[in-house]
């Protein structure tokens, strides 16, 4: 889609990382931009950068409340929201066996329940438009699996199959569905962010303990920078056919093309015995 000159934004997770970078760049293009958070001061310095252009707002994603809230106010505001990204979340990382009932169902809430309110929220206006983007900010780990990323993932997954289906209902209608894959990022998501139960089983400690370890270490040495991920953002929401997905880095990029090329292989390997589960065909007359 071609972005307007004075085209809204509408981005979650403004605070920090993907989403905060991303804001600053749609602000630094002469956008607008509905620039939000848990709490609205913690994107102040977005706001100051366009007073006229930016709109901060409390959004916490799991309350269905704020986001009624923040949608009315950004159309009250600029009339319109052209592209709605879908950053809010964070990582929880544990083995299976140790997830935390009430860690996992939260990590849904923000991952996947916020997901699919705020874009419910947002549809009828874009639909009112005939024109409009949703970017879903997924993960490499929404195409595969860790081991200690088991919940992380489904809840990417579940991201995705969604979009899938988004795209089939409103593609038709003006709207474009862009999933972007990060892989390793220098955000918070490594850090701050990342909620972990620890893996007291010796059984897992050379697979969901030992990859707790390494991620929580990284922090700040991902090979993934978000500036340029924000960049790469907004050339797939300019094109005129924005992509289905894009995965981001150079790890994100190799994990997806291998995986997509084994799967393809073992899936054609038994093309026969899958086709044999079909009724047989009706002979003929």
């Not at 409103?170 to 569905?177: K, R, W």
């Not at 892989?183 to 620890?198: E, Y």
């Not at 040495?221 to 907004?234: F, H, K, L, N, S």
Request: with cysteine; proline share 4%.
């Amino acid at each position: 889609m071609t972005i307007p000159a004075d085209s809204v934004w509408f981005i979650t997770g403004c605070s920090t990382g993907f989403g905060h970078e991303l804001a600053k760049l749609v602000l630094a293009n002469g956008w607008r931009a509905v620039v939000t958070a848990r709490g609205k001061d913690r994107v102040a310095d977005l706001a100051a950068i366009a007073p006229d252009r930016a709109l901060a707002l409390d959004l916490d994603v799991t309350d269905a409340g704020q986001i009624d809230a923040a949608v009315k106010a950004a159309t009250e505001r600029f009339g319109r929201i052209d592209v709605l990204v879908n950053n809010a979340g964070y990582g929880y990382q544990s083995s299976v066996e140790e997830g935390v009932d009430r860690d996992i169902r939260d990590q849904f809430e923000a991952n996947v329940f916020g997901l699919f309110a705020m874009t419910r929220a947002v549809l009828p206006i874009m639909r009112a438009q005939k024109s409009g983007n949703v970017v879903n900010i997924t993960s490499v780990g929404g195409l595969t699996g860790f081991a200690s990323s088991g919940y992380y993932s489904a809840t990417k997954h579940a991201v995705e199959g969604f979009s899938e289906s988004l795209r089939a209902e409103v593609g038709p209608l003006g709207i474009a569905v862009t999933c972007v894959e990060p892989g390793p990022f220098r955000t918070d998501w490594a850090g701050r962010s990342l909620h972990q139960t620890k893996s007291t089983i010796p059984d897992y400690a050379d697979s969901a303990a030992a990859r707790m370890a390494t991620t929580s270490g990284y922090s700040g040495q991902q090979p993934g920078d978000p500036v340029r991920a924000g960049e790469a953002i907004i050339v797939a929401v300019e094109r005129a056919d924005p992509p289905h997905q894009l995965v981001l880095g150079k790890f994100a990029y190799e994990t997806a093309t291998t995986l997509y090329r084994k799967r393809l292989a073992a899936i054609e390997a038994d093309r026969d015995l899958s086709l044999s589960a079909d009724f047989p065909a009706m002979a003929e007359a």
